[in-house]
């Protein structure tokens, strides 16, 4: 059966290096290369608390626990914005002269936001920090008025650390620290085995395959618990250095493309972002699933791995926040990265048409 999805393998890596992320850094600024994208924006975290010791953050309602956990661990007061259905926040005006910084994000590569209060946020000097997670190749994937810019390439690429940080003048303060070399084994050992399973899948048993997922799972268990201002290895640093970025770029946007024009119409799902702008390279083929436990164990049994992004967390309070609840319950991403082609989207297209 075809398999879509999983963990990203390592590949071959090109001769010439990209400059991609060298070229988003200005050169009165600073790139660092971090563990994780949790890492990196920590790092940025308590860079700019050496400016304000007591700051109050303005952060989404719709995000990752790992997103969140570093501004708990540095001490920050949050304030949460809203979101749309369509992934927009719904920022309020009545916080700015509460909030020293705000957090914001393109969402599966979509950038939403509105620039028009961003703009009110500078012109009141509040840092802007930006979680390129999902949006770094977007052409319109980073707020020009940025002060951090932070991210990982872990959902883009097979890369054993991967996170980011870019200080847009200046340089970083915090002391950063060598990678945690259990975690970082747990990881080179799972992607190993995951890559042997994606050139060889022949060869690799089940069993083996499953055995690296699940190593990988508790590498990110771990990571929750031990996770700090931890530095890359430069073996990872020279995946994202040298990474064929251009031909990433190239390949999601054909595959979205594709899917836009065929995926069937359906009563048990819709398209969050129904549309492909000139700018935007998609992290996955995000749905809304009207059942979507049913949903995902029907991809899984036809071999596509989908992902929900992401399970409420801890510090997440959604009493009277429906849309925002609503994205929580029914969002559904699928893979459409460059590991893929056309015959494998018209594969998933044929999957959804049997649902």
């Known amino acids: 059966m075809r398999e879509i999805g999983g963990y990203f393998p390592y590949i071959e890596e090109p001769d010439n290096k990209n400059h991609y992320l060298d070229g988003l850094c200005p050169p009165e600024g600073d790139l660092r290369f971090l563990m994780s994208g949790r890492c990196a924006n920590y790092l940025a975290l308590e860079d700019f608390k050496k400016q304000q010791p007591h700051p109050v953050a ?21 304030i949460f914005y809203d979101f749309t259905k369509d992934m927009i926040p719904v920022f309020d005006e009545s916080v700015l002269d509460k909030i020293h910084l705000i957090s914001i994000c393109g969402y599966y590569g979509f950038s ?37 810019v932070v991210g990982s390439m872990r959902k883009w690429l097979g890369v054993s650390c991967g996170g980011f940080a870019i200080k847009k003048t200046g ?44 190593l ?26 040298y990474y064929d970025f251009d031909a990433l770029k190239r390949q999601r946007r054909e595959n979205y493309r594709y899917m836009l024009e065929h995926c069937p119409k359906s009563d048990a799902y819709t398209i969050v972002f129904p549309y492909l702008d000139d700018a935007t390279v998609p992290s996955h083929f995000t ?9 995902k164990e029907y991809l899984s049994q036809n071999g596509i791995h989908a992902t929900s992004y992401w399970p409420v967390g801890p510090y997440i309070n959604l009493e009277g926040h429906t849309d925002c609840a609503y994205i929580y319950d029914h969002v559904i991403s699928i893979p459409c990265d460059q590991r893929y082609t056309a015959e494998d989207m018209a594969y998933i297209c044929r999957v959804l048409k049997d649902f």
């Open 287 to 295: 749905l809304y699933a009207a059942d979507r436990g049913k949903f």
């Open 216 to 241: 990988l799972w508790d590498a990110e268990l771990l990571l929750r618990k031990v996770y700090d201002i931890h530095g890359s290895d430069s073996e990872s640093v020279d995946i994202i250095e």
């Open 112 to 148: 939403g936001y509105d620039r028009e209060f961003l703009k009110k946020c500078e012109e009141r000097g509040i840092c802007i920090i930006e979680d390129t997670t999902h949006s770094i190749f977007s052409a319109d994937g980073i707020y020009e008025g940025c002060t951090y």
């Open 58 to 78: 303005y952060v989404p309602l719709y995000t990752c626990e790992t997103v969140i956990d570093p501004f708990v661990k540095a001490g920050y007061e949050l």
């Open 171 to 214: 340089s970083f303060t915090p002391l950063i620290l060598p990678p945690h070399e259990v975690h970082l084994n747990m990881r080179r050992q799972g992607l190993a085995v995951k890559t042997d399973a994606f050139r060889h899948p022949d060869t690799v048993a089940a069993s083996v395959s499953e055995d690296a997922s699940r």
